[in-house]
Every structure is written in C-alpha cells, then in structure tokens.
C-alpha cells in the first residue's frame, strides 16, 4: 500500500502549492536522525535511465525532502511517498512524463564516512531505511 506524503501533481500554483503543502510535510517530518540522509536511486531522462546517489547535508527527513525536490531543474512533478518498506521520491517532467524517476530516501548508518561511499550499492549496505520514523510520525504501519 502507497501512503501518500507530497504529490505535486494537484498544484493549481507550484509556487503557493509548495508554501502550502510541502511546507507542512517537511514541519511533520521534523525529524533527526543519527546520520545523514542519503538519496539513491535511478535518474530518467530521453536518453535513458542512470543510477544515481547524493549524500545531502542534513540528518533531518523534513529538509531532506525540500533538498531532493530543489535537486531537478525545470517544470517537474513530484510525489514524496511511502511503499514497501521505504520512503521513496517520483519525479516526471519533460524529459519523463510517464517513466519517473525514483529516488530512495536512507539514513547513513552511524560511523560510516560518506567519503568511503563510491557508488550505490555502497549506500546501500551502509544506510539504513527511513520509512519506519516516516510511519510513525502518521500514525501508520508497514
């Protein structure tokens, strides 16, 4: 099951949507966590799909949301959700208007030096998932 935390897709104003709504999930997700949030996944653009990872400069999922929103250029869609165990990003534009790119949210495990991480599958086996504290923030169960 999908629970839903920012779909863009209804905006009637990106501008007053995003002040409106995502600034709400991001003060709900007001959450630290021990290490910093990782984003990985896979990158769709015309030309094909690509891996994809970035370490961003936070430990809080709030403002990893706005940091993996602001990381795409141009007129994009994006939803922000909860699925299968894990925390997940969907983003369609342009260059993907039914093939979206996903984007999985982690959490760095404690001790582990980001400068050590080379490629995702390194990310992967050295972070934890995020959809855990994002349930229990809601109220809902995985």
């Given at each position: ?23 709400d999930e991001v ?26 990872y970035k370490i ?44 979206p790119s996903a ?40």
């Open positions: 099951m999908r629970n839903m935390i920012y779909d863009s897709s209804e905006a009637y104003d990106m501008e007053d949507y995003y002040e409106d709504y995502l600034e003060m709900n997700l007001n959450v630290n966590c021990k290490g910093k949030i990782a984003l990985v996944g896979k990158i769709a653009r015309w030309n094909g799909v690509f891996p994809t961003l400069d936070t430990c809080n999922i709030g403002k990893s949301m706005v940091a993996a929103v602001g990381s795409f250029d141009g007129n994009n869609t994006f939803e922000i959700f909860v699925e299968d165990g894990k925390m997940m990003l969907h983003q369609y534009g342009h260059d993907n208007p039914t093939n984007i999985e949210f982690r959490e760095l495990k404690p001790g582990v030096d980001e400068f050590d991480l080379e490629n995702t599958d390194d990310i992967i086996k050295n972070s934890l998932l995020l959809a855990d504290r994002v349930c229990q923030v809601y109220g809902w169960t995985l």
